[in-house]
């Protein structure tokens, strides 16, 4: 049970916006804009431009095309279904990334020939990418992503738009322009949200020798990184555990404090009353708008032993 996750939700208004190439003869807002199309295994569900609010759609297609039903008819970039994982944040046992055009989720690209044309994502600080040359040249072409049908959003993509360029073979869409048989897809999807602050690998390192210093290593994803906060339990050979320092905050980088072993909280120098004990320390993950994740707690350092 703890891994389902409902999408039966909605969320903040323009969390998430498809943004398309605007029509000569009608220009529209970034409200009426089509919503972004989003597959499941068993559906397709739109999400309002507005709202990002998940309205179940009509799919009743047996194509061979997968789960997407009809293929779109002209090259369009779509936000592929959630996949579940221990990292997954959520709110009353609800998956609060179902539907979000956030980091780690995955794009697709669909309605295209790929046996017969060359493309590359981009990634665009601008929502209307398809206004003006200038705005498609400020844009970035994402190494490595050449000729790629998917596209796993990271950090980088945070805040940006991210959308397909493409060509006939020998095109070599290196820029993101309409030139030499060049063209953009229809769409792009963004601006893409941070994910959860969320700690994916914690060890502890050093010599645990009274007098040296433990240090808290941790491996951290969720948008960029702010002041997470740091604590330190120790453990006796009878598995008793009591908590040795207090949580605080990592000094701000760059600051004469960040990094000192004797100022920064993921340091504790190790003591007597520590020999024959192992140590753990506990990280609350915070993004750099103040945002917290869940606690985790790292792996058991090595047996403190007399210097």
């Not at 498609?136 to 994402?142: I, P, Q």
Request: charged share 20%; aromatic share 6%; with cysteine.
């Amino acid at each position: 049970m703890g891994n389902w996750c409902s999408s039966s939700r909605k969320e903040p208004a323009s969390s998430v916006t498809m943004v398309h190439r605007e029509n000569p003869k009608k220009a529209l807002t970034d409200r009426q804009l089509t919503g972004v199309m989003v597959a499941s295994e068993y559906n397709t569900m739109v999400l309002g431009a507005s709202s990002n609010g998940e309205i179940p759609a009509n799919s009743s297609s047996s194509s061979g095309r997968g789960s997407f039903g009809k293929e779109p008819k002209v090259p369009t970039v779509l936000l592929l279904p959630h996949q579940h994982t221990l990292f997954c944040e959520r709110k009353q046992r609800v998956c609060t990334a179902v539907g979000r055009c956030q980091e780690l989720e995955k794009l697709k690209l669909a309605g295209l020939d790929l046996l017969g044309h060359e493309w590359v994502w981009f990634r665009s600080p601008s929502a209307d990418i398809f206004a003006t040359k200038d705005k498609r040249r400020a844009a970035t072409v994402l190494a490595g992503s050449e000729n790629q049908a998917e596209y796993q959003l990271t950090r980088e993509d945070v805040g940006h738009y991210v959308g397909v360029v493409y060509g006939p073979l020998g095109a070599c869409p290196s820029v993101v322009d309409e030139e030499a048989g060049r063209q953009l897809a229809a769409n792009t999807l963004g601006p893409v949200l941070p994910g959860p602050p969320r700690v994916l690998s914690f060890t502890i390192s050093g010599d645990a020798v009274v007098g040296g210093y433990a240090q808290a290593q941790t491996q951290y994803i969720g948008g960029s990184e702010g002041r997470s906060e740091f604590w330190w339990l120790r453990i006796s050979p009878d598995g008793k555990r009591s908590q040795v320092t207090e949580p605080r905050a990592v000094p701000e980088a760059g600051s004469a404090a960040h990094g000192d072993p004797a100022a920064d909280p993921r340091f504790y120098r190790l003591t007597a009353a520590d020999v024959g004990c192992t140590l753990k320390a506990k990280c609350r993950p915070t993004r750099t708008d103040g945002a917290q994740g869940e606690i985790f707690t790292s792996k058991s350092s090595d047996t403190v032993r007399a210097p």
